[in-house]
Every structure is written in structure tokens, then in C-alpha cells.
């Protein structure tokens, strides 16, 4: 094991070298574990070459050779798990470093500096923004779906063990860049945790270690953590009161804050900004349902239906389930084969980047947080499998697909979501150029894998629940029969907890699809308005 103080130190330093965006997409994760297979074996074979600092290198070796054996029976299973991503991410990140600076005064590191050069340069990296984006998932996973931090780090995800547990070096990474970004509130447990988690260490009552945590109580005094920093004072006091009897003045003013019900610090000077979205109604709602809290009343269900309905170009019927009626929504089983969902995928794979959305005023798209996924489009007649998915769904709905967008092929990285939002453009959307197929009266999304936990389609206002369900189709429609928007289709991808996400969209476009939707004779967007600006 290296020295403490030499781990303590590089826990805060950082690395940003990297050529590609990683946490929006578990497909580029395994890029990065051969990135890591190569470090290793490089490190190996430097260790290999020399005898004095063999065994704490040694140590740091089988350390992450024993998370490489757990992925040994399932490397997709331990890429999926988002502990297991975050922690690749870190080691990528910063650990590396660490160990190259292990060997800078050695006489023997020409060889291996001059390696790891050359890998820099010819392998994949995680950037900064890869290191942030899977620590922010890893908070977004924790809030969704209620997550428990202690289990977090231990590798259980809604009770089920998936992975290896994270140390005490990872969970204090994650929880100084959350403090970087003052999401306060999410850094206090876990430094807890990380806490925690070195006193349980061999060398957790080393002066080292002990001197580390009064750096800690630093944190949780000027976040205003006051119970926290009083209870990791009180820790090391028990071990070493003869020479930390300088706590004790700081051990009485935190008592005198917790008597007093004092509330300044940073967690009572940020308070969320008012008309932030993640604090309304609406996301709660959202959140709720990716738990499975809020469903479909009896009543809204008693009328719904599973029945067969007839291909016009196939002896085989569709298996509808109907999930709601008004607005409708439907899902079509088992439409498109096995071997059909991995031919996307494996088509997908070398195009795919990172989704974006359209501007809300106009002009070009462009990446945003609250949508991390990576994708890839198709023109339905580029292969006999994108012929197939746009022909289904236009038997199904009687739809012309000749007015429809190009098919969008889609996977969503560490933890990753799309939070709610409409199919439809604005009314003030700015259309192409020589674009006149109109809004997008329609969406189906074909689920191209199952997923084995979180990622479902989640539609707040019904509010209902959709889980992937690999080969089927889901469908809606996003416009009034008027034309008006249906308001009631707002809809997300809850977080992926556990599991690879891939999905095709399809968006159709209401020019000439009259004939099969006809107007009404009166408008009924009424029913709708509520959820417009439901807030």
C-alpha cells in the first residue's frame, strides 16, 4: 500500500486528458476498461523490472485486478453497474497519475514513463467533464430513486448487491468535486461515508489519518454540518486526546451551534433558486413515478385492453396492450427480433454522439444536462432492419412514414435520463429551411434491450410507468386531433440504474396524415391546458 500521505495528497490532484465523452453513453465505457487493461499490464511489467517499492505497487495492482476478475464473468454486468463506471472513471481520472508520480525518482521508470507516453497519446481517456458527469449520475441515481448512500458505496443498488464497494478515497473524491459544484447538501453524507470507511481502515488511527479528518471537520464546520464535524471531533478525540487537545475548544462551539439551532453555512446560504425546475411539483412528480410511487388510479385502468390486431403486411398480428386510452397509449410486443435489436446496436455503435436538444428559441441544437445519452441517425431505408421498423410502424398506426424523421437510434450512459419534456416543437419553433411536414403529431420508441433497473419511460401527468422491455414498441400521440399540443404526453427516461438503455425513436411529422387522423369538429385542447405550465 503506498504511503498515507501520499494517497491523502493525491486525492487533490486531478488529470483532464481524454479524447472522447465517455458518462453519456455505457457503449465508449468499455473503450476505457481495455484503456485499463493496457495501464496494468504496462505497470506490471515495469514492477516486474524493479525490487525496491515492489510491494506497494504490488498492492495497488491486485487491488484493481480484483475488480477486473469480478467483471470476468460479465464485463457488460460490470460496465452496466454505475459504482463500477464511476470508480473506472476515478481510477482513469486520477489513480493513474498517482502511480506514475510513485516511480518518478526511481532510476528504473525511463521505460515505463516513456510507455505510458505513448499510451496517452494512442488510448482512450476520461476527461473532466467524464469525472463530473459520472459523479453528478451517481447523485441523481442516489435522489431518484431514494437511494441510501452507505448501500451506494457498497455496491447495492434498491437492495440487490451488483458490484465492489467503493473506499473511502472514492467516496471523498465524489464528495469534494460535489462540494465544487455546492451541491452541499449531497456532500455531507458522503463524507461522511468516506469517513466512516477510513476508520475502518488498518491505518485508520494513524496520525495521518487522523490529521485528514480534522481537514474534514473543516468542511462540514463551513457547510454548516455542524452534527457531522462534531461527531468526527468527537472520533478523534477518543483516539488521541493527549495530542489533539486543541479539538476541544472546537468541539465546544460546535455543541454551543447544535444547542443554539444554529443555521448559518453554506447548506442554509443556497437554497434552491426560486422557478428552479428540480424543486417543482412537476419534477417531484416525475421522480415519484420513476419509483413506482405514483400509478394509474383502478378506474383509469378498468377499461384498458390487451387484443391482436391485424398486419397488412405480415400473417403474424400485433400484440397491443393498451396503457392508457386518453390520451393514447399503447405498447406493441415483441416486434422486433433479438438478432434484429443487436444489428442496431452494433450499426449504431461507431456513429453514435451525444444527443442533443433543440433550442428553445430557435437555431441549432445543441447538448444538455439534463439529457445524457448518446446517439446515431438513420434513414429508414439505409438496411433491411430500418425498412422493417418504419414499415411496422406504419402498419400499426396507418401513419404515412414518408413524412417521418429520421430513425434515432440511442443509448444512455452512466445513470443516464432525459428529464420531462415534449415530442412537439413550441409554437415559436423555427423550422428548416424547405421543412413543411409539420409538429410531430406521433413518437414510438422501440426499446432495443431490456434494462435491469430504472431507465423507464415515465409519463408524469397520467402518471404512468413504461419498463423497457426489449422488441416491443411504444407509441403515443403528441397532438389534439385539432392539431393543438396534448399537453398530457410530457414524458422522461428515468435514470438507468442498472443495465444498458438502447432505444430507436421515431418521430413522425403531421403532414398528410389527415386521411388517418382526421380533425374534429371542434377543438378539445382544452382538456390539456392544465399541464402546459402546470407549476
Known sequence: MFSLKCILLVLLQ????????????????????QTEVVLLEELQNYVNGIYQHAEALQSEIDAIRVEHQSAADGIDDYLNNPVNAFRLIKRLHSDWETFESSVASDTSRADYLEAMS???????????????????????LQQTYQLDVAELASGILNGVKYGTAMSWQDCFVLGQHLYALRDYNHTVPWLQQSMQLLGEQTYGEEPASLD???????YHREMGAHESALGLVNHVLSIEPEQRRHLLETRQQ????????DKNGLLHLTARRPGDYHASREFRLYEQVCRGELKPQPAAQRNLRCRLRKSPSSYIPFKLEELHLDPLV?????????????FLQRTARPRIKRSTVYSLNGGESSAAAFRTSQGASFNYSRNSVTKLLSQQ???????D???AEDLQVANYGIGGHYEPHWDTFTENHVYDEGDFRGNRIATGIYYLSDVEAGGGTAFPFLPLLVTPERGSLLFWYNLHPSGDHDYRTKHAACPVLQGSKWIANVWIRERHQDKVRPCDLQRNHEISLHYRDFD
Open 14 to 33: 486531478a488529470v483532464s486528458c481524454s479524447w472522447g465523452e465517455f458518462f453519456s453513453s455505457t457503449s465508449g465505457l468499455e473503450k476505457l476498461f
Open 118 to 140: 505513448g499510451h496517452r497519446a494512442n488510448l482512450s481517456y476520461p476527461s473532466g467533464d467524464d469525472f463530473l458527469g459520472s459523479a453528478i449520475a451517481l447523485t441523481r
Open 212 to 218: 485528514f479528518m480534522e481537514a474534514v471537520v473543516d
Open 254 to 261: 460546535l455543541e454551543q451551534f447544535i444547542t443554539d439551532g
Open 330 to 342: 399503447v405498447q406493441v410486443h415483441q416486434v422486433v427480433s433479438a438478432e434484429e435489436t443487436d
Open 393 to 399: 410502424v406504419g402498419d400499426f398506426s396507418g401513419l
Open 401 to 403: 412514414m414518408d413524412y
